[in-house]
C-alpha cells in the first residue's frame, strides 16, 4: 500500500507542523506550502491525496485555491479540507462555493482535524 500524501498549507511555519505532528501517527506523507500559488504548483506536480488549506495565505487565498484545485481534470478529485481562523458564514459560503469538502475553524481539536482527514480518505 503507498502512503497517502497530504498537502499541508498556511503561511504559519507553526501550523503547519502542528498538523503534521496530529497527524504523524496516521502514517502520512507531508508535502508543504506557506502560499496559493505554492501550493497549486506542488498540487499539480504531486497530485496529494487531500489538501488542508488555510484561507489567508499570501499569493492567491485559500479559496482561489481550493477553486483551482476543484476545476483541474487531473487532481480535481482531491478532497480538500479549509481549516482557517475565518469563522463567517461568507467565508464558509465561498468555500463550498469553491468546492471545499469539509471545514474547520482554528483553534481546532486535533481529535476533530483527524476524523475529517479519515472520513474523506475513505
Do not use: Q, W
Not at 500524501?5 to 505532528?21: E, F, G, H, P, Q
Not at 489567508?56 to 478529485?77: F, H, Q, Y
Amino acid at each position: 500500500m503507498t502512503t497517502r500524501k497530504i498537502l499541508v498549507v498556511d503561511d504559519s511555519k507553526n501550523i503547519r507542523k502542528l498538523i503534521t505532528v496530529i497527524l504523524k501517527n496516521e502514517g502520512f506523507e507531508f508535502i508543504e506550502a506557506a502560499n496559493g500559488l505554492d501550493a497549486l504548483s506542488k498540487a499539480r506536480l504531486e497530485h496529494p491525496d487531500l489538501a488542508i488549506l488555510d484561507i489567508i495565505i499570501p499569493g492567491a487565498n485559500g479559496i482561489k485555491v481550493c477553486r483551482e484545485i476543484k476545476k483541474d481534470p487531473i487532481i480535481g478529485a482531491m478532497p480538500v479540507i479549509i481549516l482557517t481562523s475565518e469563522a463567517t458564514y461568507e467565508a464558509m459560503e465561498s468555500a463550498r462555493a469553491a468546492g471545499a469538502d469539509m471545514y474547520l475553524t482554528k483553534p481546532f481539536e486535533p481529535s476533530d482535524l483527524k476524523k475529517a482527514v479519515k472520513t474523506l480518505l475513505k
